[in-house]
Protein backbone atom coordinates (compact mmCIF):
# COMPACT_ATOMS: atom_id res chain seq x y z
CA UNK A 1 0.00 0.00 0.00
CA UNK A 2 2.99 2.07 0.92
CA UNK A 3 4.34 1.93 -2.65
CA UNK A 4 1.21 2.77 -3.92
CA UNK A 5 0.54 5.60 -2.05
CA UNK A 6 3.92 6.94 -3.13
CA UNK A 7 3.19 6.56 -6.99
CA UNK A 8 0.07 8.25 -6.43
CA UNK A 9 1.87 11.06 -4.65
CA UNK A 10 4.62 11.75 -7.35
CA UNK A 11 2.06 11.43 -10.05
CA UNK A 12 2.95 14.70 -11.46
CA UNK A 13 6.27 15.42 -11.15
CA UNK A 14 7.56 11.67 -12.36
CA UNK A 15 5.33 12.65 -15.81
CA UNK A 16 7.13 15.47 -16.20
CA UNK A 17 10.46 14.02 -15.55
CA UNK A 18 9.78 10.77 -17.35
CA UNK A 19 9.89 10.53 -21.55
CA UNK A 20 6.97 10.26 -23.30
CA UNK A 21 6.90 6.40 -23.55
CA UNK A 22 7.14 5.78 -19.70
CA UNK A 23 5.29 8.90 -18.98
CA UNK A 24 2.21 7.49 -20.66
CA UNK A 25 2.70 3.95 -19.07
CA UNK A 26 3.04 5.44 -15.70
CA UNK A 27 -0.35 7.35 -16.10
CA UNK A 28 -2.02 4.45 -16.92
CA UNK A 29 -0.79 2.54 -14.00
CA UNK A 30 -1.84 5.20 -11.73
CA UNK A 31 -5.09 5.99 -13.27
CA UNK A 32 -5.52 1.84 -12.62
CA UNK A 33 -4.41 2.16 -9.06
CA UNK A 34 -7.10 5.03 -8.53
CA UNK A 35 -9.75 2.76 -9.82
CA UNK A 36 -10.31 4.78 -13.56
CA UNK A 37 -10.79 2.28 -16.87
CA UNK A 38 -8.33 3.21 -19.00
CA UNK A 39 -8.97 2.69 -22.88
CA UNK A 40 -5.78 3.01 -25.24
CA UNK A 41 -6.45 5.58 -28.28
CA UNK A 42 -4.50 5.83 -31.54
CA UNK A 43 -1.55 7.30 -31.34
CA UNK A 44 -0.89 11.09 -31.70
CA UNK A 45 -5.30 10.93 -31.72
CA UNK A 46 -8.34 11.06 -29.74
CA UNK A 47 -9.51 8.21 -31.72
CA UNK A 48 -10.18 4.77 -29.23
CA UNK A 49 -7.80 2.28 -31.40
CA UNK A 50 -9.96 -0.87 -31.07
CA UNK A 51 -13.77 -1.40 -32.03
CA UNK A 52 -15.78 -2.22 -29.40
CA UNK A 53 -13.98 -0.72 -26.73
CA UNK A 54 -17.08 0.04 -25.11
CA UNK A 55 -17.67 -4.03 -24.63
CA UNK A 56 -14.65 -4.84 -23.94
CA UNK A 57 -12.65 -5.30 -20.92
CA UNK A 58 -9.22 -2.57 -20.10
CA UNK A 59 -7.05 -5.30 -19.72
CA UNK A 60 -8.03 -6.99 -22.99
CA UNK A 61 -7.55 -3.53 -24.87
CA UNK A 62 -4.42 -2.84 -23.55
CA UNK A 63 -2.99 -6.14 -24.24
CA UNK A 64 -3.20 -5.60 -28.13
CA UNK A 65 -2.70 -1.86 -27.90
CA UNK A 66 0.08 -0.50 -30.27
CA UNK A 67 3.43 1.42 -28.10
CA UNK A 68 2.80 5.52 -27.21
CA UNK A 69 -0.65 4.69 -27.21
CA UNK A 70 -2.86 7.78 -26.03
CA UNK A 71 -4.91 6.78 -23.13
CA UNK A 72 -8.57 7.53 -22.35
CA UNK A 73 -10.60 6.99 -19.12
CA UNK A 74 -14.26 5.39 -19.31
CA UNK A 75 -16.88 6.53 -17.48
CA UNK A 76 -18.25 4.49 -14.42
CA UNK A 77 -15.47 1.90 -13.36
CA UNK A 78 -14.53 1.16 -9.91
CA UNK A 79 -14.22 5.02 -9.00
CA UNK A 80 -17.83 5.52 -10.65
CA UNK A 81 -16.21 8.68 -12.39
CA UNK A 82 -18.16 10.63 -14.63
CA UNK A 83 -17.04 14.17 -16.76
CA UNK A 84 -18.34 17.66 -17.37
CA UNK A 85 -16.36 18.29 -20.70
CA UNK A 86 -16.36 22.00 -21.34
CA UNK A 87 -16.38 22.65 -24.70
CA UNK A 88 -15.76 26.46 -23.93
CA UNK A 89 -14.12 28.83 -21.51
CA UNK A 90 -17.66 30.37 -20.86
CA UNK A 91 -18.82 26.91 -20.01
CA UNK A 92 -16.43 26.14 -17.78
CA UNK A 93 -17.34 29.47 -15.85
CA UNK A 94 -20.54 28.49 -15.61
CA UNK A 95 -19.51 24.97 -14.10
CA UNK A 96 -17.44 26.68 -11.62
CA UNK A 97 -20.27 28.71 -10.67
CA UNK A 98 -22.48 25.81 -10.12
CA UNK A 99 -19.78 23.60 -7.58
CA UNK A 100 -19.24 26.73 -6.05
CA UNK A 101 -22.62 26.54 -5.37
CA UNK A 102 -22.99 22.69 -4.35
CA UNK A 103 -20.04 23.77 -1.82
CA UNK A 104 -16.64 22.91 -4.26
CA UNK A 105 -14.70 25.35 -4.89
CA UNK A 106 -12.00 26.00 -7.71
CA UNK A 107 -8.95 23.18 -6.52
CA UNK A 108 -11.54 21.08 -5.19
CA UNK A 109 -12.10 19.10 -7.79
CA UNK A 110 -9.92 17.32 -10.97
CA UNK A 111 -9.17 19.73 -13.42
CA UNK A 112 -7.48 19.14 -16.82
CA UNK A 113 -6.90 21.29 -19.90
CA UNK A 114 -7.26 19.82 -23.12
CA UNK A 115 -4.65 19.84 -25.82
CA UNK A 116 -6.43 22.98 -27.64
CA UNK A 117 -6.61 25.12 -24.66
CA UNK A 118 -9.78 26.10 -24.37
CA UNK A 119 -11.52 22.96 -22.90
CA UNK A 120 -11.86 21.84 -19.63
CA UNK A 121 -12.56 18.52 -18.14
CA UNK A 122 -14.06 17.84 -14.77
CA UNK A 123 -13.65 15.12 -12.95
CA UNK A 124 -16.49 13.74 -10.12
CA UNK A 125 -17.78 10.81 -8.93
CA UNK A 126 -20.98 10.16 -10.09
CA UNK A 127 -23.35 8.26 -7.38
CA UNK A 128 -26.53 8.29 -9.76
CA UNK A 129 -28.52 6.08 -12.06
CA UNK A 130 -28.81 7.58 -15.76
CA UNK A 131 -30.00 5.38 -18.87
CA UNK A 132 -27.29 5.82 -21.77
CA UNK A 133 -23.76 6.92 -21.18
CA UNK A 134 -23.53 10.95 -22.28
CA UNK A 135 -25.60 13.66 -22.22
CA UNK A 136 -25.45 17.19 -24.18
CA UNK A 137 -25.58 19.97 -21.16
CA UNK A 138 -28.42 22.26 -21.45
CA UNK A 139 -28.35 25.48 -23.63
CA UNK A 140 -28.47 27.66 -20.84
CA UNK A 141 -25.29 26.14 -18.72
CA UNK A 142 -23.35 25.97 -21.94
CA UNK A 143 -21.89 23.72 -25.27
CA UNK A 144 -20.38 20.76 -23.99
CA UNK A 145 -21.79 16.87 -22.65
CA UNK A 146 -22.28 14.89 -19.11
CA UNK A 147 -20.09 11.79 -19.71
CA UNK A 148 -20.54 9.17 -17.49
CA UNK A 149 -20.80 5.87 -18.74
CA UNK A 150 -18.66 3.03 -19.95
CA UNK A 151 -20.16 3.92 -23.73
CA UNK A 152 -17.74 7.81 -23.60
CA UNK A 153 -14.57 8.53 -22.30
CA UNK A 154 -12.78 11.88 -22.29
CA UNK A 155 -8.20 11.95 -23.55
CA UNK A 156 -6.47 11.69 -20.50
CA UNK A 157 -3.08 13.36 -19.25
CA UNK A 158 -0.32 12.89 -20.00
CA UNK A 159 -2.09 12.23 -23.89
CA UNK A 160 -0.26 14.26 -26.86
CA UNK A 161 -2.47 15.02 -30.01
CA UNK A 162 -1.07 16.15 -33.49
CA UNK A 163 0.94 18.84 -33.43
CA UNK A 164 2.51 17.74 -30.14
CA UNK A 165 -0.14 19.37 -27.60
CA UNK A 166 -0.85 17.37 -24.55
CA UNK A 167 -3.76 17.02 -21.62
CA UNK A 168 -2.96 18.06 -18.30
CA UNK A 169 -3.85 18.14 -15.07
CA UNK A 170 -3.90 21.94 -13.67
CA UNK A 171 -5.62 21.89 -10.61
CA UNK A 172 -7.09 19.38 -8.07
CA UNK A 173 -6.48 15.93 -6.71
CA UNK A 174 -7.22 12.65 -8.89
CA UNK A 175 -7.80 10.77 -5.55
CA UNK A 176 -10.56 13.21 -4.11
CA UNK A 177 -13.88 13.48 -6.91
CA UNK A 178 -16.26 15.57 -6.12
CA UNK A 179 -19.53 13.09 -5.13
CA UNK A 180 -22.38 14.42 -7.17
CA UNK A 181 -25.93 12.67 -7.32
CA UNK A 182 -28.73 12.75 -9.85
CA UNK A 183 -30.28 15.42 -7.99
CA UNK A 184 -27.29 17.36 -8.47
CA UNK A 185 -26.69 16.86 -12.45
CA UNK A 186 -30.38 16.67 -13.71
CA UNK A 187 -30.80 20.58 -13.70
CA UNK A 188 -27.51 21.28 -16.04
CA UNK A 189 -28.46 18.50 -18.85
CA UNK A 190 -30.13 19.42 -22.02
CA UNK A 191 -32.27 16.02 -22.04
CA UNK A 192 -33.59 15.42 -18.48
CA UNK A 193 -35.06 11.68 -19.17
CA UNK A 194 -34.43 9.70 -16.37
CA UNK A 195 -35.93 6.37 -17.53
CA UNK A 196 -35.03 3.53 -19.90
CA UNK A 197 -37.48 2.11 -22.47
CA UNK A 198 -36.60 -1.25 -21.77
CA UNK A 199 -36.24 -1.02 -17.75
CA UNK A 200 -40.16 0.29 -17.53
CA UNK A 201 -43.21 -1.80 -16.59
CA UNK A 202 -46.33 -0.50 -16.34
CA UNK A 203 -47.32 -1.17 -12.50
CA UNK A 204 -50.00 -4.23 -12.13
CA UNK A 205 -52.42 -2.12 -10.26
CA UNK A 206 -52.36 0.60 -13.22
CA UNK A 207 -53.31 -1.68 -15.90
CA UNK A 208 -57.04 -1.42 -14.99
CA UNK A 209 -57.35 2.08 -14.77
CA UNK A 210 -55.96 2.26 -18.14
CA UNK A 211 -59.44 0.40 -19.42
CA UNK A 212 -61.52 2.62 -17.32
CA UNK A 213 -61.78 0.35 -14.85
CA UNK A 214 -62.28 1.18 -10.88
CA UNK A 215 -62.37 4.61 -11.69
CA UNK A 216 -65.60 5.51 -9.64
CA UNK A 217 -63.23 4.49 -6.58
CA UNK A 218 -61.38 8.46 -7.08
CA UNK A 219 -63.50 11.82 -6.06
CA UNK A 220 -63.28 13.24 -10.10
CA UNK A 221 -61.58 12.20 -13.31
CA UNK A 222 -58.58 14.53 -12.53
CA UNK A 223 -57.64 12.61 -9.94
CA UNK A 224 -57.51 9.26 -11.42
CA UNK A 225 -55.43 10.49 -14.24
CA UNK A 226 -53.04 12.43 -11.62
CA UNK A 227 -53.48 9.01 -9.53
CA UNK A 228 -51.95 7.00 -12.40
CA UNK A 229 -49.04 9.86 -13.94
CA UNK A 230 -47.91 9.55 -10.42
CA UNK A 231 -47.54 5.58 -10.30
CA UNK A 232 -46.50 5.66 -14.08
CA UNK A 233 -43.28 8.36 -12.34
CA UNK A 234 -42.74 6.11 -9.80
CA UNK A 235 -41.98 3.13 -12.30
CA UNK A 236 -39.40 5.82 -14.24
CA UNK A 237 -41.69 6.45 -17.34
CA UNK A 238 -40.59 9.54 -19.17
CA UNK A 239 -43.19 12.05 -20.10
CA UNK A 240 -42.63 11.05 -24.55
CA UNK A 241 -43.48 7.07 -22.71
CA UNK A 242 -46.63 8.83 -20.67
CA UNK A 243 -48.45 10.49 -23.76
CA UNK A 244 -48.14 7.20 -25.93
CA UNK A 245 -49.52 5.45 -23.25
CA UNK A 246 -52.59 8.29 -22.65
CA UNK A 247 -52.80 8.47 -26.40
CA UNK A 248 -53.41 4.70 -27.01
CA UNK A 249 -55.65 3.80 -23.66
CA UNK A 250 -59.11 5.14 -22.31
CA UNK A 251 -57.64 5.85 -18.91
CA UNK A 252 -60.34 8.02 -17.28
CA UNK A 253 -61.53 9.81 -19.96
CA UNK A 254 -60.93 13.46 -19.19
CA UNK A 255 -57.69 13.71 -21.43
CA UNK A 256 -59.20 11.19 -24.38
CA UNK A 257 -61.76 14.05 -24.23
CA UNK A 258 -59.74 17.09 -24.58
CA UNK A 259 -57.93 15.13 -27.26
CA UNK A 260 -60.92 14.68 -29.66
CA UNK A 261 -61.93 18.90 -29.16
CA UNK A 262 -58.30 20.20 -29.18
CA UNK A 263 -55.37 17.48 -29.68
CA UNK A 264 -52.71 20.47 -28.84
CA UNK A 265 -54.37 21.45 -25.58
CA UNK A 266 -54.89 18.15 -24.17
CA UNK A 267 -51.09 17.89 -25.01
CA UNK A 268 -50.36 20.50 -22.96
CA UNK A 269 -52.76 19.80 -20.19
CA UNK A 270 -50.40 16.61 -19.53
CA UNK A 271 -47.42 17.99 -19.68
CA UNK A 272 -48.41 20.34 -16.81
CA UNK A 273 -49.87 17.76 -15.22
CA UNK A 274 -46.95 15.57 -15.50
CA UNK A 275 -44.52 17.51 -14.53
CA UNK A 276 -46.59 18.64 -11.00
CA UNK A 277 -46.87 14.94 -10.05
CA UNK A 278 -42.92 14.74 -11.49
CA UNK A 279 -42.27 17.51 -8.16
CA UNK A 280 -44.94 15.88 -6.24
CA UNK A 281 -43.15 12.54 -6.28
CA UNK A 282 -39.96 13.82 -5.52
CA UNK A 283 -40.67 15.93 -2.59
CA UNK A 284 -42.67 13.18 -0.83
CA UNK A 285 -42.09 9.82 0.13
CA UNK A 286 -44.82 7.90 1.15
CA UNK A 287 -44.87 5.90 4.35
CA UNK A 288 -44.41 2.38 2.14
CA UNK A 289 -41.32 4.25 0.39
CA UNK A 290 -40.14 5.20 3.61
CA UNK A 291 -40.53 2.00 5.36
CA UNK A 292 -38.82 -0.28 2.85
CA UNK A 293 -35.47 2.30 2.72
CA UNK A 294 -35.70 1.95 6.47
CA UNK A 295 -36.18 -1.83 5.96
CA UNK A 296 -33.35 -2.15 3.27
CA UNK A 297 -30.68 -0.20 5.51
CA UNK A 298 -31.37 -2.14 8.34
CA UNK A 299 -30.51 -5.39 6.00
CA UNK A 300 -27.49 -3.70 4.89
CA UNK A 301 -26.20 -3.22 8.43
CA UNK A 302 -26.97 -6.41 9.80
CA UNK A 303 -24.71 -9.42 10.50
CA UNK A 304 -26.36 -12.41 8.37
CA UNK A 305 -24.95 -15.93 10.66
CA UNK A 306 -24.77 -18.92 8.69
CA UNK A 307 -23.73 -20.28 5.18
CA UNK A 308 -26.58 -18.90 3.43
CA UNK A 309 -26.41 -15.79 5.44
CA UNK A 310 -24.72 -13.35 2.32
CA UNK A 311 -27.48 -15.16 -0.05
CA UNK A 312 -30.35 -14.39 2.33
CA UNK A 313 -29.44 -10.72 2.53
CA UNK A 314 -28.88 -9.88 -0.80
CA UNK A 315 -32.23 -11.63 -1.67
CA UNK A 316 -34.06 -9.86 1.15
CA UNK A 317 -32.69 -6.37 0.03
CA UNK A 318 -33.33 -7.05 -3.48
CA UNK A 319 -37.05 -7.64 -2.33
CA UNK A 320 -36.92 -4.75 -0.48
CA UNK A 321 -35.97 -2.70 -3.27
CA UNK A 322 -38.47 -3.86 -5.60
CA UNK A 323 -41.54 -3.21 -3.13
CA UNK A 324 -40.07 0.41 -2.58
CA UNK A 325 -39.71 1.27 -6.61
CA UNK A 326 -43.47 -0.58 -6.41
CA UNK A 327 -44.40 1.74 -3.79
CA UNK A 328 -45.90 -0.68 -1.35
CA UNK A 329 -44.85 -2.99 1.55
CA UNK A 330 -46.70 -5.85 -0.63
CA UNK A 331 -45.07 -6.74 -4.01
CA UNK A 332 -44.54 -8.96 -7.06
CA UNK A 333 -41.46 -10.46 -7.48
CA UNK A 334 -40.23 -14.05 -9.24
CA UNK A 335 -37.33 -15.69 -7.97
CA UNK A 336 -35.67 -14.89 -11.09
CA UNK A 337 -36.58 -10.61 -10.20
CA UNK A 338 -34.92 -11.11 -7.09
CA UNK A 339 -32.28 -13.19 -8.10
CA UNK A 340 -30.72 -10.42 -11.17
CA UNK A 341 -31.43 -7.77 -7.99
CA UNK A 342 -28.60 -9.95 -5.72
CA UNK A 343 -26.15 -11.26 -7.99
CA UNK A 344 -27.24 -14.82 -7.43
CA UNK A 345 -28.26 -17.47 -9.39
CA UNK A 346 -31.95 -18.29 -9.67
CA UNK A 347 -32.15 -21.77 -7.63
CA UNK A 348 -29.85 -19.99 -4.89
CA UNK A 349 -32.43 -16.87 -5.45
CA UNK A 350 -36.10 -19.43 -4.34
CA UNK A 351 -34.31 -21.33 -1.72
CA UNK A 352 -33.37 -17.64 0.05
CA UNK A 353 -36.99 -16.39 -0.77
CA UNK A 354 -38.42 -19.68 0.99
CA UNK A 355 -36.25 -19.24 3.82
CA UNK A 356 -37.33 -15.53 4.07
CA UNK A 357 -40.59 -16.57 4.36
CA UNK A 358 -40.48 -19.60 6.41
CA UNK A 359 -36.86 -19.34 8.55
CA UNK A 360 -36.56 -15.46 9.01
CA UNK A 361 -40.08 -14.49 8.74
CA UNK A 362 -38.91 -11.26 7.28
CA UNK A 363 -41.29 -12.05 4.67
CA UNK A 364 -45.15 -13.35 4.48
CA UNK A 365 -46.26 -15.00 1.53
CA UNK A 366 -49.79 -13.29 0.43
CA UNK A 367 -50.62 -14.89 -3.02
CA UNK A 368 -49.17 -17.82 -4.52
CA UNK A 369 -47.65 -17.48 -8.62
CA UNK A 370 -50.57 -18.24 -10.67
CA UNK A 371 -49.52 -18.77 -14.80
CA UNK A 372 -47.78 -15.96 -15.20
CA UNK A 373 -48.42 -13.67 -12.41
CA UNK A 374 -45.59 -14.41 -10.00
CA UNK A 375 -45.75 -14.73 -6.13
CA UNK A 376 -47.30 -11.72 -4.23
CA UNK A 377 -44.83 -11.23 -0.90
CA UNK A 378 -45.26 -8.31 1.95
CA UNK A 379 -42.35 -7.12 3.33
CA UNK A 380 -43.19 -8.18 7.50
CA UNK A 381 -41.85 -4.76 9.13
CA UNK A 382 -43.65 -6.34 12.65
CA UNK A 383 -41.05 -8.76 13.01
CA UNK A 384 -39.99 -8.35 16.65
CA UNK A 385 -35.92 -8.06 15.52
CA UNK A 386 -36.92 -5.43 12.42
CA UNK A 387 -39.33 -3.71 14.97
CA UNK A 388 -36.77 -2.21 17.46
CA UNK A 389 -34.55 -1.23 15.43
CA UNK A 390 -36.18 0.75 12.09
CA UNK A 391 -37.25 3.68 14.72
CA UNK A 392 -33.80 4.24 15.85
CA UNK A 393 -31.55 3.11 12.50
CA UNK A 394 -29.35 5.35 11.22
CA UNK A 395 -27.51 3.93 8.41
CA UNK A 396 -25.14 5.89 5.79
CA UNK A 397 -26.06 4.20 2.65
CA UNK A 398 -23.25 2.82 0.21
CA UNK A 399 -22.69 1.43 -2.79
CA UNK A 400 -22.59 -2.38 -2.81
CA UNK A 401 -19.91 -4.83 -4.47
CA UNK A 402 -21.29 -7.68 -3.54
CA UNK A 403 -22.91 -8.42 -6.43
CA UNK A 404 -20.23 -7.71 -8.88
CA UNK A 405 -19.44 -10.54 -11.09
CA UNK A 406 -16.26 -10.84 -9.54
CA UNK A 407 -17.94 -12.25 -6.93
CA UNK A 408 -20.11 -14.89 -8.45
CA UNK A 409 -18.64 -18.40 -8.80
CA UNK A 410 -19.00 -19.01 -12.58
CA UNK A 411 -19.09 -22.26 -14.15
CA UNK A 412 -15.33 -22.99 -13.54
CA UNK A 413 -15.80 -21.79 -9.64
CA UNK A 414 -12.88 -19.77 -10.25
CA UNK A 415 -15.13 -16.57 -9.16
CA UNK A 416 -14.58 -15.15 -5.61
CA UNK A 417 -17.84 -15.99 -4.37
CA UNK A 418 -20.02 -13.93 -1.96
CA UNK A 419 -18.04 -14.31 1.10
CA UNK A 420 -15.19 -12.44 -0.17
CA UNK A 421 -17.65 -9.92 -1.67
CA UNK A 422 -19.02 -9.11 1.95
CA UNK A 423 -15.21 -8.90 3.26
CA UNK A 424 -14.58 -6.57 0.16
CA UNK A 425 -17.04 -4.26 1.09
CA UNK A 426 -16.14 -3.94 4.84
CA UNK A 427 -12.70 -3.09 3.83
CA UNK A 428 -13.85 -0.32 1.48
CA UNK A 429 -14.61 1.64 4.44
CA UNK A 430 -12.24 0.70 7.61
CA UNK A 431 -9.44 -1.52 7.78
CA UNK A 432 -10.28 -5.30 10.32
CA UNK A 433 -8.47 -8.17 11.28
CA UNK A 434 -9.77 -11.44 10.94
CA UNK A 435 -11.94 -11.81 13.95
CA UNK A 436 -13.46 -8.50 13.05
CA UNK A 437 -14.37 -9.46 9.82
CA UNK A 438 -16.01 -12.93 11.32
CA UNK A 439 -18.21 -11.34 13.54
CA UNK A 440 -19.31 -8.61 10.90
CA UNK A 441 -19.83 -11.14 7.97
CA UNK A 442 -21.03 -14.48 10.14
CA UNK A 443 -18.80 -16.55 8.27
CA UNK A 444 -16.00 -18.69 9.87
CA UNK A 445 -12.40 -17.42 10.59
CA UNK A 446 -11.40 -20.31 8.07
CA UNK A 447 -13.58 -19.20 5.32
CA UNK A 448 -12.22 -15.31 6.26
CA UNK A 449 -8.83 -16.71 5.82
CA UNK A 450 -10.11 -18.63 2.14
CA UNK A 451 -10.94 -15.76 0.85
CA UNK A 452 -8.06 -12.94 1.83
CA UNK A 453 -5.70 -15.40 0.51
CA UNK A 454 -7.42 -15.89 -2.69
CA UNK A 455 -7.79 -12.32 -3.01
CA UNK A 456 -4.09 -11.06 -1.72
CA UNK A 457 -2.75 -13.26 -4.86
CA UNK A 458 -5.24 -13.19 -7.62
CA UNK A 459 -2.78 -14.36 -11.22
CA UNK A 460 -3.91 -13.93 -14.77
CA UNK A 461 -3.41 -17.52 -15.70
CA UNK A 462 -2.91 -15.78 -19.60
CA UNK A 463 -0.51 -13.33 -19.39
CA UNK A 464 0.94 -14.33 -15.72
CA UNK A 465 -0.32 -10.46 -14.02
CA UNK A 466 -0.93 -10.24 -10.34
CA UNK A 467 -4.33 -8.39 -8.52
CA UNK A 468 -3.66 -7.85 -5.32
CA UNK A 469 -7.41 -7.02 -4.33
CA UNK A 470 -6.17 -6.51 -0.48
CA UNK A 471 -3.32 -6.57 1.96
CA UNK A 472 -1.99 -7.39 5.12
CA UNK A 473 -0.36 -4.69 7.50
CA UNK A 474 2.11 -5.16 9.97
CA UNK A 475 -0.85 -4.35 13.06
CA UNK A 476 -2.41 -7.69 11.50
CA UNK A 477 -5.27 -5.41 10.22
CA UNK A 478 -6.35 -6.24 6.18
CA UNK A 479 -6.97 -3.26 3.93
CA UNK A 480 -8.20 -2.97 0.56
CA UNK A 481 -5.94 -1.76 -2.39
CA UNK A 482 -7.85 0.17 -5.57
CA UNK A 483 -8.75 -2.44 -8.27
CA UNK A 484 -10.85 -2.85 -11.41
CA UNK A 485 -12.95 -5.38 -10.59
CA UNK A 486 -13.87 -5.25 -14.39
CA UNK A 487 -10.79 -6.73 -14.94
CA UNK A 488 -10.42 -9.19 -11.88
CA UNK A 489 -13.74 -10.51 -13.20
CA UNK A 490 -12.04 -11.62 -16.71
CA UNK A 491 -8.87 -12.98 -14.93
CA UNK A 492 -11.24 -15.22 -12.83
CA UNK A 493 -13.93 -15.79 -15.81
CA UNK A 494 -16.75 -14.57 -14.40
CA UNK A 495 -17.47 -11.23 -16.78
CA UNK A 496 -20.51 -10.81 -18.00
CA UNK A 497 -22.12 -13.39 -15.89
CA UNK A 498 -25.08 -10.98 -14.86
CA UNK A 499 -25.54 -9.91 -18.44
CA UNK A 500 -25.89 -13.75 -19.73
CA UNK A 501 -27.90 -14.32 -16.64
CA UNK A 502 -30.60 -11.64 -18.14
CA UNK A 503 -30.52 -13.10 -21.49
CA UNK A 504 -31.14 -16.45 -20.02
CA UNK A 505 -34.18 -15.11 -17.86
CA UNK A 506 -35.71 -13.55 -20.97
CA UNK A 507 -36.19 -16.60 -22.69
CA UNK A 508 -37.10 -18.88 -19.71
CA UNK A 509 -39.98 -15.80 -19.54
CA UNK A 510 -40.70 -16.12 -23.04
CA UNK A 511 -40.71 -20.12 -22.97
CA UNK A 512 -43.29 -20.17 -19.70
CA UNK A 513 -45.45 -17.82 -21.54
CA UNK A 514 -45.64 -19.67 -25.01
CA UNK A 515 -46.15 -23.10 -22.45
CA UNK A 516 -49.18 -21.22 -20.92
CA UNK A 517 -50.32 -19.96 -24.10
CA UNK A 518 -50.18 -23.53 -25.68
CA UNK A 519 -51.74 -25.38 -22.98
CA UNK A 520 -55.03 -22.97 -23.00
CA UNK A 521 -54.95 -23.64 -26.42
CA UNK A 522 -55.22 -27.57 -26.29
CA UNK A 523 -57.73 -26.89 -23.50
CA UNK A 524 -59.71 -24.53 -25.64
CA UNK A 525 -59.51 -27.37 -28.57
CA UNK A 526 -61.01 -29.59 -26.12
CA UNK A 527 -63.75 -28.12 -24.67
CA UNK A 528 -64.78 -27.67 -28.70
CA UNK A 529 -64.39 -31.51 -29.40
CA UNK A 530 -66.49 -32.02 -26.61
CA UNK A 531 -69.63 -29.70 -27.96
Not at 85 to 113: I, M, N
Not at 234 to 257: D, H, M, P, R, T
Request: glycine residues 8%.
Amino acid sequence: MIIVQKRVLAFGKELVAKSMDSSLDLARYHYGDLGFDTVPLTPGSKKAYAHGWEKRSSHRLWSVAPPKANIGIRGGGYAQVAFIDCDSPKTFETASRWLSGLGYEEGDYPLVRSASGGGRHIYVNFLGNLPGDWRKLSKDFGAGEFRYGMGAYVVAPPSMVTGGKTYSLIKGDLRQLPRLTLEDILPILGNKDTSSEKATKIPRRVIPLLFGKGIENYKSRSEAEQSILTSLINAGFSFAQVLSIFNQNQCAGKYAEMRTKNPQKAEFWLQKSYTESYAWANAHESEERQKALDVIAWAESTSWQGRTGPSDQLAFIAAAQIAYKAGRLSFSASCRDVAEGAGIGRTTGAKALHRLVSDHQLLELEKKAVGDCANVYRLNTDNAKLGHSLSTLSVRRCPSYVTHDVFRKGKGKRGLGKAAGQVWQILQFTSANIDELTEKTGRNKRTIKKVLDRMEQIIDRKTGEIFNMVEQREDNRWIALPVNLDEVAVVVETAGTMERQIKQHARERQEHRRSIEKSQLTKQNREIKKV
